[in-house]
């Protein structure tokens, strides 16, 4: 079974979330939305899923991203190596 391809966005608590996954869909690619707190590990490992996860946009203010993104977020993009 072929998997589809998947961009996941994380979303930080930007207010044009939305905005970049509706543009995603624009360009014919499939994404969807999380919570910055995912699991992605497990999401990428579970095997139900039929999709190939190909990147990841992180979506974030200013004040999200000197608050929120930390080590353990740009930790999260290595798993995908």
Not at 13 to 41: F, M
């Amino acid at each position: 079974m072929k998997k589809t391809d998947l961009i996941l966005i994380l979303d930080f608590g930007s207010q044009y979330t939305q905005l970049i996954a509706r543009k995603t869909r624009e360009l014919k690619v499939y994404s969807e939305i999380h919570p910055y707190s995912l699991n992605i590990k497990k999401y990428i490992t579970d095997k139900n899923k039929n999709y190939s996860v190909k990147g990841v946009i992180l979506s974030a203010d200013l004040q999200a991203c000197s608050q929120k993104i930390h080590l353990r977020s740009l930790k999260l993009i290595w798993i995908l190596l």
